[in-house]
């Protein structure tokens, strides 16, 4: 998918039904030892062929130097960028990336970091642009395309960003990534049963996958299935791990309905689209 689509009118990200609160856009997987902080999508961060830091504030002060020594070092850039997103610097990681690839215009790899970024800041309209120029019809990225289409889906563009996912899935079968990400897709547009399923789809992948088994356990949550959502989100875990898990769901959860109970109180007229 490389159609020009147009720019949305009114606000780029609204609630969308029971989940008032916007997903977060993470390019760091969850790891099996973390509690669920929100649903998560993925940005196929893989493609930088950078491995998640093991401590990223030193790696900070490592590839800070090598950026500052070698402007034009892109293995560099990317890491330091993602560093910086790691510990929640991300403006700064934007910064990092668009002087990369002013450096470097035509290096994909860079501009594929750098719509990540902006994605991750917030920038998603941006972003889409940005990563629009990562790839090309006769090489096309599915981690990109993947991407196009958690950006997408964050603009209220659903029906567009299922297209790039479908694209993304030409390439890769049932990658489970994607499938999390079709999955989030129809939670935003309130198709929760839809959402579910295709959730299940990508567990049965990828079990081990803590975004993955997060984001069903959100959904089955969300449906009132408390117990069952309990189930999912200790199953094959130590029994610390376990209950440490499930409680970080309950928060979660308990987040969204008073986010959803606020909403309710919010007059129709505050909240039109602008």
Same mark, same amino acid.
């Given at each position: 998918?490389? /159609? $020009? #689509?147009? +720019?949305? =009118?009114?606000?780029?990200?609204?609630?969308?039904?029971t989940v008032s609160a916007a997903i977060l856009l993470i390019g760091l997987s969850a790891c099996q030892t973390s509690g669920p902080s929100d649903i998560t999508? =993925?940005?196929? !961060?893989?493609?930088?062929?950078?491995?998640?830091?093991? !401590?990223?504030?030193?790696?900070?002060?490592?590839?800070?130097e090598r950026v500052r020594a070698n402007p034009k070092d892109t293995d560099a850039a990317l890491k330091y960028a993602r560093a910086l997103r790691a510990t929640g610097q991300r403006a700064q990681a934007v910064a990092v990336m668009e002087q990369a690839v002013l450096a470097q215009p035509s290096n994909k790899a860079?501009?594929?970091?750098?719509?990540?970024?902006?994605? &991750?800041?917030?920038? #998603?309209?941006? *972003?889409? &642009?940005?990563?629009? +120029?990562?790839?090309?019809? /006769?090489?096309? &990225?599915? +981690?990109?395309?993947?991407?196009?289409?958690?950006?997408? %889906?964050? @603009?209220?563009?659903? !029906?567009?960003?299922?297209?790039?996912?479908?694209?993304?899935?030409?390439?890769?079968? %049932?990658?489970?990534?994607?499938?999390?990400?079709?999955?989030? =897709?129809? @939670?935003?547009? $309130? &198709?929760?049963p839809k959402a579910e399923e295709t959730l299940r789809r990508a567990r049965e992948r990828a079990p081990g996958d803590m975004r993955v088994r997060t984001n069903l356990a959100v959904v089955v949550g969300l449906q009132g299935r408390q117990s069952e959502a309990e189930t999912i989100m200790k199953a094959d875990l130590p029994a610390e791990q376990g209950s440490a898990n499930v409680a970080a769901l309950k928060r979660l959860l308990a987040r969204r309905d008073a986010?959803?109970?606020?909403?309710?109180?919010?007059?129709? *007229? *505050?909240? +039109?689209? %602008?």
């Amino acid at each position: 998918m490389f /159609e $020009k #689509f147009p +720019r949305p =009118s009114g606000r780029a990200r609204r609630l969308a039904g029971t989940v008032s609160a916007a997903i977060l856009l993470i390019g760091l997987s969850a790891c099996q030892t973390s509690g669920p902080s929100d649903i998560t999508g =993925s940005l196929g !961060d893989t493609a930088e062929a950078t491995p998640a830091p093991a !401590d990223p504030r030193r790696d900070i002060a490592t590839y800070h130097e090598r950026v500052r020594a070698n402007p034009k070092d892109t293995d560099a850039a990317l890491k330091y960028a993602r560093a910086l997103r790691a510990t929640g610097q991300r403006a700064q990681a934007v910064a990092v990336m668009e002087q990369a690839v002013l450096a470097q215009p035509s290096n994909k790899a860079l501009l594929a970091g750098y719509g990540r970024a902006l994605a &991750d800041n917030g920038n #998603f309209q941006q *972003a889409f &642009d940005v990563l629009g +120029r990562a790839h090309t019809p /006769e090489d096309p &990225d599915w +981690r990109i395309l993947s991407a196009q289409g958690a950006v997408l %889906d964050q @603009l209220d563009r659903h !029906d567009e960003a299922r297209q790039y996912y479908a694209s993304a899935l030409k390439i890769v079968p %049932d990658d489970p990534s994607v499938l999390s990400n079709i999955g989030l =897709s129809y @939670l935003l547009s $309130k &198709d929760l049963p839809k959402a579910e399923e295709t959730l299940r789809r990508a567990r049965e992948r990828a079990p081990g996958d803590m975004r993955v088994r997060t984001n069903l356990a959100v959904v089955v949550g969300l449906q009132g299935r408390q117990s069952e959502a309990e189930t999912i989100m200790k199953a094959d875990l130590p029994a610390e791990q376990g209950s440490a898990n499930v409680a970080a769901l309950k928060r979660l959860l308990a987040r969204r309905d008073a986010s959803r109970t606020d909403a309710e109180k919010i007059p129709v *007229a *505050a909240s +039109r689209r %602008d």
